[in-house]
């Protein structure tokens, strides 16, 4: 997630205009983008929602947010291990377990090793198979907290990644978790107190789909939150920076750095016999996920035309349900096109980025993506158009 600064009520007040959901975004830019952050030093706060919450929490909660996804089949020996969290602010991976001749590979891990726990557990009445391998398509901390399980289950696993990666998590990826446990429980009780007051974070009654969204949110934080320090973070024993091929019997598994977008270490995974593409973060659903300044609009269409180019026929996303055509991608990448060529006129006439806030208009895009969902509209007014916007006007100037 990204380093942010204001708070959620306040933004989302303002949802229609252009300054950002900045705490929102920071929880994001914390546990997912570093996972992603909230700023402050409230390390005090989070100690005492420790010691309060452990009590407070019912144990059904913690485990109905662990257990709350579904296996689906995708081919022979390969499942989607795909969460059913309503959208929201607070998101976990969607997993891929391929089950091969004398092995098993694992791609993404979660943000909780009581979720890798359970999908670990699941696995086991697949196959006695070890994990030989886990993949992890980037760095942020829904998609690796739940490596040391894996670990600890299997001592020969290998972790393959991103070479950045090595490099991200010990310094800001670290810091960026730490963050993220400080200013957590300040979010969360702000959740909280929309779902008991009956009002929405832009202030308006709250309607059913916002308080079955925020309650969502509420159970996967307080889950990620009562883990606390529980998940070490585990460097790549094998990095990759363009390719590497994973031949398991007659399987291909084609690991691959196609081009930056949601970071500048995204790998995708590709079976091109049974035609599957998991994509990571590169594509979410139902807006794409843009961190400022970890993501690179200028690099993300041309990175999703590299996708499309792979001509799959199911594509499991970061987030959100798996696709069986491309319409959505064709999606992305119209909009981060848009963006890019946006930002690059707005800094050709001279503007601010606060004038370009205001002439690049997206609103097509937020229909497109939103339709006349109240928390998909501020979902895209987080995590598009605020950080999109602005990472585009850095990218074409260099100037925040």
Known sequence: MINLRSDLKRAASALLAMPVCKLAIKLFTVFLIAGAGLAGNRSGAFQAFSQVGAAARQGSEAKSAATNFEFQKLAD??????????????????DVLIINDNDVVVVDTNGAPAITREVLAELKKLTNKPVRYVI??????????????????????????????????PGQGEINRRNFLEGAPRFLEDLKR????????????????????????????ELV???????????????????????????????????????????????????ILITGDLVVWPVPLVGNPQSRIGDWASTIEKLLALRPTIIVPGHGPVMRDDSYLILLAELFTSVKKQAAAAAARGETLEEARKSIN??????????DSKIRKLLFQAYVAGPAVEAAYREVTGKH
């Open 362 to 371: 997206l609103e097509e895009f937020r229909k497109r993506f939103s339709g």
């Open 136 to 169: 992890n398509t980037h760095w942020h901390d829904d998609h690796i907290r739940g490596n040391d399980v894996y670990r600890e289950a299997f001592p020969g696993v290998e972790f393959i990644a991103h070479a950045a990666m090595r490099d991200y998590m």
């Open 194 to 221: 929309a779902v008991a007051n009956g009002k929405s974070l832009t202030g308006s009654d709250i309607t059913p789909e916002e308080r079955a969204s925020h309650q969502s949110d509420i159970r996967l934080v």
């Open 77 to 94: 020996g390969i499942y989607a291990v795909v969460r059913k969290d309503l959208p929201g602010f607070m998101v976990d991976a969607n």
């Open 225 to 275: 939150l009562s883990e606390g320090s529980k998940a070490p973070a585990i460097l790549p024993t094998i990095s990759v920076t363009e390719r590497l091929t994973l031949h398991r019997g007659k399987r291909i598994i084609d690991i691959r750095y196609l081009g930056s977008g949601h970071t500048a270490g995204d790998l995708v995974i590709h079976l091109p016999h049974e035609g």
